[in-house]
Every structure is written in structure tokens, then in C-alpha cells.
């Protein structure tokens, strides 16, 4: 198993990470597992990226979430940016528990919940 998932929909910001900005998530933008190899995040972006393309995909919010798919690989492609990413991803979750969560929680469900309606 790849650990790709086929969750789509979650917006995610501007790359560089900032310092006291919110941060994105880019394993949620590839649909994968943070355990996820380097042959799974090149798997996941190629068809990520197939989908999203603006000459294919009409949708208005596609090259923004084109841009998204592209930074995400961008950063879990580089081990040294993958591993900095990863570090910042704990350190979130140890310094703001709550704020964490509910930024996993809103970036999650918030996107199942407009699809519902």
C-alpha cells in the first residue's frame, strides 16, 4: 500500500513556513501518510498534479491548489526540507496542542462538511 488517500480539498497557504504563521500541510495536500516514501511522494505528485493542472482542470480554485501540490513536493522531496518540515510539524504539535488540533480538525472536516452540502 502507497499510503495515498483520496482526500482532496484542503487549502494550505503560501510556502515559505513563517515564523507565527499557520502552518500547511503537505502531506494532506499529496493525500498521504507522514510515513509516506520518496517513490509515494512523486507517485502522489504526478497525479496530484495531473488533476490540479490548470489546462486541464477548469475549476477556479485549480491553480491554487496546483500551487499547493507543487510546494508540497517541493519541501517533501528535499530530505534536508522534508526533515526541517517534520520537525516543525512535532514542534506544533507539542507547543499548541489545542490550536494544533483544531487546525487538523478544520482541515479535515471542513472541506467533508461543504462537499455534504
Known sequence: MLG???R???DLGQLPI????PMTDHYTALGLRSDAALADVKKAFRQMAALYHPDR???A??????RAVQEAYEILADADRRAAYDANRKRNLLDKPLETAQSIWNA???PLVEAAH
Open 57 to 59: 482542470n477548469s475549476d
Open 4 to 6: 495515498i488517500c483520496r
Open 18 to 21: 513563517r515564523q507565527n504563521a
Open 8 to 10: 482532496e480539498g484542503v
Open 61 to 66: 480554485d485549480a491553480p491554487a491548489r496546483f
Open 108 to 110: 479535515y472536516f471542513d
